[in-house]
């Protein structure tokens, strides 16, 4: 698996409105953002790090800049999530999962769901 770099709490929040609006400036993440609003030049900045970590990229129109995600939030999912059963499970699925049973009040319904996905992904 390709390493992907990892984002602080800010990036990863900032993704997470470009990947909601697909094709933005910084003002409209900004107007995205619940009060009190961090300074234009705060996001412009974080932004900036997500395109030179290869998370984003932008098309210049003059003095404007469209970012664009050139991740999928599938994707960072994807790779956060085998980064974390292999960094903290042993590489190992069924450690994750027993891990969450033992911690969270999964239902029996949700495990047969689980089961049921499983068989039609192997299927």
């Not at 705060?42 to 932004?47: F, G, K, Q, W």
């Not at 800049?65 to 939030?73: A, E, G, V």
């Not at 960072?76 to 960094?87: F, N, Q």
Request: glycine share 4%; with cysteine.
């Amino acid at each position: 698996m390709n390493r992907m770099k990892s984002l602080t709490r800010a990036e990863e929040d900032i993704m997470h409105h470009i990947w909601q609006l697909g094709r933005c400036t910084v003002s409209d993440i900004l107007d995205q953002l619940p009060e009190p609003r961090p300074p234009h030049s705060s996001v412009s900045s974080i932004v900036r790090i997500l395109e030179r970590k290869g998370f984003v990229d932008h098309k210049a129109y003059g003095r404007t800049h469209d970012y664009f995600p050139l991740i999928s939030k599938d994707e960072y999912s994807r790779k956060s999530v085998l980064s974390l059963i292999k960094d903290y499970f042993n590489g190992s699925p069924s450690e994750l999962v027993s891990f969450l049973i033992s911690k969270e009040d999964a239902s029996v319904d949700e495990l047969h769901s689980l089961i049921k996905d499983l068989k039609k992904k192997n299927a």
